[in-house]
């Protein structure tokens, strides 16, 4: 008996000592999460925007087992829509051209915001968007700073531009336009870093930037004196979504495009991806993406 009371004794004493004098104990829960044409209106000119109650029960449910602090999402029309899929323990920040005042830069029928879910229980101040694609009724980077009772982390939920996934040419007008928002994404992490400011850079790239040498990691880094830690540099690529030429069978992607970049003054564990079960792909609208997901410390 004595000897257990010891053991015991023994093993309080170093749970004291963790979390009297470890900082870091501390862990933040973020994900990106691209969630195709997500949208309570669905439209039949979009067949990915048409969703029953069963294919959002699936969407929440993926969502709850993440359970992320921090969610950025990309491909979202409405508010209404992602608190079907997240719930009411999280406050949403929509892009800011979902507000009234930019209708000019809105669809007249679905619109594809980036955002953030962020559990309510943290102090967030919102930001005012970062235009990667000036008067552009696409690809509006949210903004928002998140103070987790330590420090404040800079948070940016991006949509690059598609179609130049891979090698840079001149002539593909896709490309020039993803090398243009690469300067903006650029610019914004030099302000972070000559700031001193902590910073989280995450979402749909529709790029591969953890291919060796690639062009579009170079010029977001050109400059930097302090280069950000890219966690998603050797995630597989293992989602598999349903294909677009033969709906009974998986299409599986050979390299991420969504990625999650982090400031060097915070350490993280490697990027994941969540993978959905191939009944669930084959039988339900979930989405092209598969979310990804990181553990900062």
């Known amino acids: 008996m004595n000897r257990t009371i010891s053991y015991y004794k023994r093993v309080l004493s170093i749970v004291f000592a963790i979390t009297t004098f470890s900082p870091n104990i501390f862990a933040l829960t973020l994900a990106s999460w691209n969630i195709e044409w997500l949208t309570i209106n669905g439209d039949t000119r979009y067949p990915q925007s048409l969703r029953e109650q069963n294919d959002f029960l699936l969407l929440r449910d993926t969502f709850e087992q993440m359970s992320p602090d921090v969610l950025a999402f990309q491909e979202v029309d409405s508010l209404e829509a992602i608190q079907a899929v997240v719930g ?8 800011d051209r979902a507000q009234p005042n930019n209708r000019a830069l809105q669809f007249n029928g679905i619109n594809q915001y980036t955002g953030f879910a962020i559990k309510k229980r943290y102090n967030v101040t919102d ?18 700073a998140l103070n987790d009772g330590k420090q404040t982390i800079q948070l940016l939920s991006v949509h690059l531009k598609a179609g130049c996934a891979g090698k840079y040419s001149g002539s593909n007008r896709n490309c020039r336009q993803l090398k243009q928002q690469g300067r903006v994404l650029s610019d914004w992490l030099q302000q972070r870093v000559q700031a001193g400011e902590a910073y ?8 591969n930037l953890a291919f060796k040498g690639d062009w579009l990691w170079k010029d977001l880094v050109d400059g930097l004196t302090q280069q950000p830690t890219l966690t998603t540099r050797d995630t597989r690529a ?8 033969n709906p009974n069978k998986t299409h599986q992607f050979r390299s991420l495009i969504d990625h999650i970049l982090i400031s060097p003054s915070l350490s993280a564990s490697k990027a994941k991806q969540w993978v959905y079960p191939t009944k669930q792909v084959l039988n339900h609208q979930l989405s092209d993406h598969c979310p990804v997901y990181i553990e900062l410390h």
Do not use: E, W
């Open 200 to 207: 989280v850079m995450l979402g749909d790239f529709n790029h």
């Open 88 to 95: 009411g323990d999280y406050q949403i920040y929509l892009s």
């Open 238 to 245: 293992d989602c598999k979504v349903r294909s677009r030429n």
């Open 127 to 144: 930001h005012k968007d970062l235009a990667l694609t000036p008067d552009s009724r696409l690809r509006f980077a949210t903004h928002v």
